[in-house]
């Protein structure tokens, strides 16, 4: 939905964790290598324009990186100073599902408003959690300071489709969580969409290989169709954990943990 008001934005992927200690197993369904090694990469996104800053997703703190012995390299709110923003300047933060590792740095963004679909709320917060592992990728404390940031007035809720700021969208895709939401933004080089963990890597959607952490595997199939359509380009889809984008996209400054990606990637994606 194109209108001539909607604005462009620079988009910046943040990398604040990885984990090598992991397989080909642990990200697709049915893989005929399983037993390879697979790094995953954790990031948040930032959204600026030359009046707003929001983020896409909070990441996971240090007490949860300790709770779950999977250490991070820096918090999403250190990494913003990197980029000359702080955490509290934030007023609007995305959250594309509830997951740990996007909802566990709540807290740091204190006078945010929170973007989230109603689905997703009633998923984490109803009868599918007393099954252990439906929700393991959940963390009780997270979901409790959603309920807390309702209740104060700072959650805002979507079904299906949400206008968050001229050039930026939310679109329901469901499939890894039940309210899981997609970004679609408005860049100089055309629409993007940040995929979150719709897709977790490019091999997930451009070959069709689901991700093993899955509500509803026919969502997340019909996903993959959805988030390309969001795009101009699929070179323009952007994976939720995938460290390719490492390569596809340019570094922005020194730090070395974050890159640039509305400008579009510097060669085209392949897998």
């Known amino acids: ?70 250490p991070i390299q820096r918090s999403p709110a250190e990494a913003l100073k990197a980029i000359n923003v702080d955490a509290k300047d934030i007023t609007d933060v995305i959250v594309t599902h509830l997951h740990y590792d996007h909802a566990g740095g709540l807290m740091e963004f204190p006078n945010a408003k929170f973007h989230l679909q109603e689905t997703e709320m009633a998923y984490a917060t109803g009868p599918c959690m007393c099954h252990e592992t439906i929700k393991m990728p959940f963390t009780g404390e997270h979901i409790c300071q959603m309920v807390k940031n309702l209740y104060s007035g700072r ?3 979507y079904n299906g489709l949400g206008a968050i700021k001229p050039g930026i969208t939310t679109h329901l895709i469901g499939g890894h969580s039940r309210g899981l939401q997609s970004v679609r933004v408005k860049t100089n080089n055309g629409y993007m969409c940040l995929a979150s963990d719709a897709t977790h890597f490019y091999e ?68």
Do not use: C
């Open 204 to 271: 997930n959607f451009l070959s069709g290989k689901p991700f093993p952490i899955v509500v509803d595997l026919e969502d997340m199939l019909n996903g993959f169709k959805i988030i390309k359509s969001l795009a101009s380009d699929i070179n323009l889809v952007i994976p939720g954990h995938d460290p390719l984008v490492k390569d596809y996209f340019p570094k922005e400054g020194s730090s070395g943990f974050i890159w640039r990606l509305d400008t579009g990637p510097i060669k085209p994606i392949k897998i």
């Open 155 to 157: 959650v805002i809720f």
């Open 1 to 70: 939905m194109d209108t001539v008001l909607d604005k462009v934005w620079e988009v910046y992927a943040l990398k604040y964790a990885e984990r090598s200690d992991r397989t080909r197993g642990e990200s697709f369904i049915f893989d005929d290598h399983s037993s390879q090694a697979h790094t995953i990469d954790y990031f948040v996104w930032l959204l600026k324009s030359e009046d707003n800053a929001i983020m896409v997703d909070t990441g996971y703190d240090y007490d949860e990186a300790k709770r779950r012995n999977r």
